[in-house]
């Protein structure tokens, strides 16, 4: 800080009086302050050690504190200098210090990359191989001092980079592809795709894995289990029915102990043959030659008929087995038989593990692309470790020493093959202590495709005998043409579907919407009085359904029929006579109800 005693040197002596009179040691800035205050330009020095008395001018003053603001900042400058010296310094340690990690870390990679059993390949985003370590290049039959190009060559050979660049190659998170290579291996290749901070592709990560010996593996165990079973089928046939004859009294007379025997020999014998014909079942569906006969099928009467033969297991169990279905369901494309089968695996499991007291529900949906059904229970949940592996083979849950059927664990993993077989899927939601929720969606099929399918199902049923095939349309004509309320008549038209299974009462019958305001029944009876007494109840629901729906005389109910052998045409071409009779008698129709 500037005091006065260092401008004396320079002040210049005056004996004149001054209005401000200040000590040496006095600051210039409060000097400056007190002479702004009197409003005067000259200060003197009051003090005897300099022999005479100096005055300073504001001037001498405000030139001393700016040279005293000069040195400050070259102070100031010269402290940023060195700051920036120390930090620049401290900056290159810190850099070097992580090129080194950086290095290290890349160096380790690189190393753990090369020694990779698996293969793997970075390529950019138009295919081209950028990086590839040494076992890629082995699975692709090159030599490890491939060139580059020589990789991406294998990879367009067999037909990857094509794949990859497609857009075809998978979801969002990449994709998965079986391929053999020129050398006869079974290949399998995994890639997920690189993308910047835009969300934009930048290539892909390409892992290759030799799983032709896996394959090898699996393959023999499968047609190793396949053989046994059919050896143990044979041998189980025989004992089973000598069982059955013996508990018939075919050989007479049977103690009460050895029938208690017997009748525990007869149980065990049938789980055994069902565990050799999930076996079987198993190796077809693994060696993807599992016959699936599809036929029309109603999905709620599949599912009812398949619970019937449970009630007594459930009874037996204590369990309330029951099953909700609100509204009507669209026949589908099905083997019946196997998905009767995974009906049954998911609800005998769902007993198993319910406690007594408990509930296993069924439910019934449908949904625009697809048919639901799921199988519900309040019993002991999964293990959320378990759950992803619930669907492969021979996993159970708990598997207890003792007596009593734990079951073989084949059970969902076959119900999961026969899903994957029909196109179907299967999804699980459970909560340990709080129960299991099993969905099974299965996909539709076109109308028209299920109509001519099951018409030439029951063709073949009616061959030789004197059975009539009926085909029945059902429609609302609406006046003008114009719908007005198109949610209304979807109403209608799913409440006459329903309302139509209390007469479709025969294995064989079938009904389904083909049309914006048409349904169409297919039947076999055995007489015209029958299909007549069918048709007249058809017409009944529907005026029935017309009047609460709309409660208006203006929208008109009209059947059309055809029947085979009478009407002269192929069976193919039933439900087409049925609609063209349907529009011959429409307009009439429409005039006398307008009369």
Known sequence: MVRIADLIPNAAPDGQACELMVSPDTPVREALSQMNELGCSR???????????????????????????????????????????????????????????????????DVAVMNLSEGLMILDKSGRVESANPAARSLLGLPHTAIL??????????????????????????????????????????????????????????????????????????????????????????IRNSISNMLAGVVGKIPAKAMQYLSAMDADGRRLTGLVNDLLDLARLEADNMPICRRAVNLVDLISDTLGGMSVQAKSRKVHLGFRMHQYVAPILVDPERIR????????????????????????????????????????????????????????????????????????????????????????????????????????????????????????????????????????????????NPDQLTEAIVALLTESQSVLTEPDDLALRTGETEILIMTRRSSDNHLHILRHKIEKIMANSARFHWNSSGFVPMLGMSVFPA?????????????????????????????
Request: proline content about 4%; overall charge negative; some cysteine.
């Open 567 to 595: 009407d002269a045409c192929p069976v193919r071409e039933l439900d087409s006579l049925a609609r063209r009779r349907l529009a011959k008698i429409g307009p009439a129709v429409i005039r006398v109800k307008a009369q």
């Open 43 to 109: 200060i003197g020095i009051d003090s005897d050690a300099f022999g005479f008395r100096a005055v300073l001018t504001r001037e001498d003053l405000l030139t001393a504190l700016l040279e005293e603001l000069d040195k400050a900042q070259s102070a100031i400058c010269d402290l940023q200098r060195q700051i920036e010296v120390r930090l620049a310094e401290q900056l290159d340690q810190i850099q070097a210090s992580l090129r080194s990690i950086a290095e290290t870390d890349k160096a380790k990679l």
């Open 341 to 484: 089968q995974v009906i049954a695996n998911l609800v005998d499991n769902a007993l198993r593990f319910t406690p007594a007291f408990g509930s296993v529900s069924l439910r019934c949906w449908d949904e625009p692309e697809k048919v639901c059904f799921s199988v519900e229970d309040t019993g002991t949940g999964i293990p959320p470790e378990f759950q992803a592996v619930i669907f492969h083979k021979f996993s159970q849950l708990v598997r207890q020493a003792g007596p009593g059927y734990h079951g073989s664990g084949l059970g969902m993993a076959l119900c999961k093959g026969i899903l994957d077989a029909h196109g179907g899927t299967i999804t699980l939601d459970s909560r340990p202590d709080k129960g299991s929720s099993f969905v099974v969606s299965l996909p539709r099929s076109p109308a028209e495709t299920i109509v001519h399918k099951h018409l030439e199902d029951l063709a073949c049923r009616c061959h030789g005998s004197n059975d009539r095939l009926a085909v029945i349309t059902a429609a609302f004509q609406v006046p003008g043409g114009v719908i007005t």
């Open 149 to 238: 190009d020589e990789t991406t060559a294998a990879l367009q050979r067999l037909g990857v980079t094509d794949l990859l660049i497609s857009g075809h190659s998978g979801s969002a998170e990449g994709g998965r592809l079986r391929v053999h290579s020129l050398q006869n291996r079974v290949l399998d290749l995994r890639w997920t795709p690189i993308r910047d901070g835009w969300d934009r592709s930048e290539g892909f990560v390409v892992l290759n894995q030799d799983i032709s010996d896996a394959i090898a593996a699996d393959k023999a165990k499968t047609e190793f289990l396949s053989a046994m079973s059919h050896e143990l089928r044979t041998p189980l046939t025989g």
